[in-house]
């Protein structure tokens, strides 16, 4: 019976033991509560703020940038004028006189110049074009109206201006192939012809 209860007692000394261990763990584990920031006193306006300490709005009020703006007393007319100035100011250009010079000479040497309205079209379609009129030996050309302008003004063809309002397409042939023209033409919807000139005679677009 001795050694029966000194066992228990060993066993009860053991769970005790543990007992004690185990809340010795815990005190050590260090504990993170659940933090949440709130403003004291609401939220911020920021339509109406809230005037600053003395101290501070005197700094404020003496490092403040000052400078006497050129538009003061100056109405927007006057200011849109200035601007319209600088704009009208055009520089010359040697390399939109080459191109003009260029462009003087595919009217001079062409037996055929198509006119087109030309609306929004992809890269691959203008291409496409490009290529179906060079293969018949015609030549897809874009154009500015200035440089136009400067090629054929005072000439001849001035009468071809008028086509030039938007964007537009110019093919130039060296042969009047018109059927040819007329089946590419068809192929592409964003081209509208609007006039042609052949053989050096301006003609009308009413073609159907």
């Given at each position: 019976m001795a050694l029966v209860s000194r066992k228990g007692k060993r066993q009860c000394y053991s769970r005790h033991f543990e007992?004690?261990?185990f809340i010795f763990l815990v005190l050590l584990e260090t504990i993170s509560p659940l933090i949440q920031l709130k403003r004291y006193r609401g939220k911020i306006n920021l339509r109406r703020p809230r005037a600053p300490h003395f101290e501070k709005a005197a700094f404020l009020a003496l490092t403040k940038p000052w400078f006497i703006s050129t538009k003061k007393d100056k109405k927007p007319f006057d200011l849109c004028q200035g601007f319209k100035k600088e704009r009208t100011q055009e520089e010359d250009n040697p390399f939109q006189k080459i191109i003009a010079q260029e462009l003087y000479r595919w009217f001079t040497t062409s037996r055929l110049v198509v006119f087109y309205h030309h609306n929004p079209m992809n890269s691959d379609d203008e291409f496409m074009a490009y290529c179906m009129f060079k293969k018949e030996n015609m030549?897809?050309?874009k154009y500015g109206k200035k440089t136009l302008e400067m090629a054929i003004k005072g000439t001849p063809y001035e009468a071809v201006l008028d086509f030039y309002v938007s964007q537009n397409m110019t093919v130039f042939s060296p042969e009047p192939e018109i059927k040819k023209m007329l089946k590419i033409t068809k192929k592409?919807?964003?081209?509208?012809?609007?006039?042609?000139?052949?053989?050096r005679e301006n003609l009308s677009a009413k073609m159907n």
């Open positions: 007992w004690d261990q030549h897809f050309k592409f919807r964003q081209l509208v012809l609007l006039g042609l000139q052949y053989m």
